[in-house]
């Protein structure tokens, strides 16, 4: 495996009013950096902070060839950081870690080794230094989830330090809060995964950017997460199936009233199974329906957009 040796290392970092952390932070990564011997960018991305982080930043990267300042307008959130830092990176493996201590960039040797064999190396925060019942407790169950729901089994999808190799990365396209979700959306192009256990520190220096009301976000995010996994390319199969069922057995107790009225003579005016049946047939039309507007849209978005519906590893073939 001596070929990936000379392959260059980004690491992205989003920055979100953390002046207090980066100097440290920087000096901790060069540290580890230059001891690796090998090509390297630090790419930060200033997410909008008002503490003065982008001044410390730039003033770093005047000094220091490998680092790259991203300045955005405005707070735009720690998923669009990553994505911009993805866009800029030039790297063949490209690592993620927060920029407030909390990741340790001695950890970092450790997810080059064995990105070495795998597309995608998540981190796990084993001994979390967070609190318990807004933090800790919270994100297992949502890993729980996670994995269950997305068939990628990790310890720990909220940790920002992964690696990734970048054939994976630049075939994610990432929206919303959607960065957690990078190792299932990645191992759905094809990408193997695996995680190892990292250092984990408390905060030093700032506060956290977010408390427990982000638990109901990852959640919505992993139901779109999940729908566009399974059935982005075929709407109709989520919804047809569902409204077939629903409506057929609509129409059998619409078929069994008819009997009962024309045949026996019954009167079934004031039957519920009437309001079931009409609830049932409306409801089935609805979701065959909202299953064919689905296989419009998809069509007109990978149509328009260019958006792939299979991702190649790899092609052989003779060069005439
Ligand atoms: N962050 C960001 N934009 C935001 C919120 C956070 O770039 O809108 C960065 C933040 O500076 C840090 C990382 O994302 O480097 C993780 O944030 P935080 O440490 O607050 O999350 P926690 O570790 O508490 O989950
Ligand atoms: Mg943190």
Same mark, same amino acid.
């Given at each position: 495996?001596?070929?990936?040796?000379?392959?260059?290392? #980004?690491?992205?970092?989003?920055?979100?009013?953390? /002046?207090?952390?980066?100097?440290?932070?920087? @000096?901790?990564?060069?540290?580890?950096?230059?001891?690796?011997?090998?090509?390297?960018?630090?790419?930060?991305?200033?997410?909008?902070?008002?503490?003065?982080?982008?001044? !410390?930043?730039?003033?770093?990267?005047?000094?220091?060839?490998?680092?790259?300042?991203?300045?955005?307008?405005?707070?735009?959130?720690?998923?669009?950081?990553?994505?911009?830092?993805?866009?800029? @990176?030039?790297?063949?493996?490209?690592?993620?870690?927060?920029?407030?201590?909390?990741?340790?960039?001695?950890?970092?040797?450790?997810?080059?080794?064995?990105?070495?064999?795998?597309?995608?190396?998540?981190?796990?925060?084993?001994?979390?230094?967070?609190?318990?019942?807004?933090?800790?407790?919270?994100?297992?169950?949502?890993?729980?989830?996670?994995?269950? !729901?997305?068939?990628?089994?990790?310890?720990?999808?909220?940790?920002?330090?992964?690696?990734?190799?970048?054939? !994976?990365?630049?075939?994610?396209?990432?929206?919303?809060?959607?960065?957690?979700?990078?190792?299932?959306?990645?191992?759905?192009?094809?990408?193997?995964?695996?995680?190892?256990?990292?250092?984990?520190?408390?905060?030093?220096?700032?506060? #956290?950017?977010?408390?427990?009301?982000?638990?109901?976000? /990852?959640?919505?995010?992993?139901?779109? !997460?999940?729908?566009?996994? #399974?059935?982005?390319?075929?709407?109709?199969?989520?919804?047809?199936?569902?409204?077939?069922?629903?409506?057929?057995?609509?129409?059998?107790?619409?078929?069994?009233? #008819?009997?009962?009225?024309?045949?026996?003579?019954?009167?079934?005016?004031?039957?519920?199974?009437?309001?079931?049946?009409?609830?049932?047939?409306?409801?089935?039309?609805?979701?065959?329906?909202?299953?064919?507007?689905?296989?419009?849209?998809?069509?007109?978005?990978?149509?328009?957009?260019?958006?792939?519906?299979?991702?190649?590893?790899?092609?052989?073939?003779?060069?005439?």
């Amino acid at each position: 495996m001596g070929d990936h040796l000379e392959e260059k290392v #980004s690491i992205v970092i989003p920055v979100y009013n953390e /002046v207090e952390s980066i100097p440290h932070l920087y @000096a901790a990564l060069k540290d580890v950096m230059e001891g690796l011997e090998r090509e390297y960018e630090l790419i930060f991305v200033d997410d909008g902070s008002k503490d003065g982080s982008f001044k !410390v930043l730039s003033d770093i990267q005047a000094q220091d060839k490998n680092v790259i300042v991203i300045g955005f307008r405005r707070n735009f959130g720690q998923t669009a950081a990553m994505a911009a830092g993805f866009d800029h @990176a030039e790297g063949d493996i490209i690592i993620t870690m927060d920029a407030d201590l909390q990741n340790d960039p001695g950890d970092i040797p450790k997810l080059l080794e064995v990105s070495k064999e795998y597309d995608v190396v998540s981190g796990w925060r084993k001994d979390r230094k967070d609190k318990f019942f807004s933090r800790r407790l919270p994100s297992m169950a949502a890993n729980w989830l996670i994995s269950k !729901v997305t068939g990628v089994h990790l310890h720990d999808y909220g940790c920002t330090l992964k690696a990734y190799r970048r054939e !994976v990365i630049k075939n994610v396209q990432l929206y919303g809060e959607m960065h957690r979700f990078i190792p299932a959306i990645a191992n759905w192009v094809g990408a193997s995964t695996t995680e190892v256990v990292i250092t984990h520190h408390p905060r030093r220096y700032g506060t #956290s950017k977010y408390g427990i009301s982000r638990t109901i976000r /990852v959640v919505l995010d992993l139901i779109t !997460v999940k729908f566009l996994q #399974s059935f982005s390319t075929r709407p109709i199969h989520a919804f047809g199936p569902a409204g077939l069922l629903l409506g057929g057995i609509g129409i059998l107790i619409a078929l069994l009233l #008819s009997f009962e009225k024309i045949i026996m003579g019954y009167d079934i005016g004031g039957r519920p199974l009437l309001l079931l049946a009409v609830l049932l047939i409306i409801l089935g039309v609805q979701l065959v329906i909202m299953g064919l507007l689905g296989e419009m849209l998809a069509r007109v978005y990978h149509e328009s957009q260019d958006k792939p519906i299979y991702f190649i590893r790899e092609v052989l073939k003779d060069e005439e």
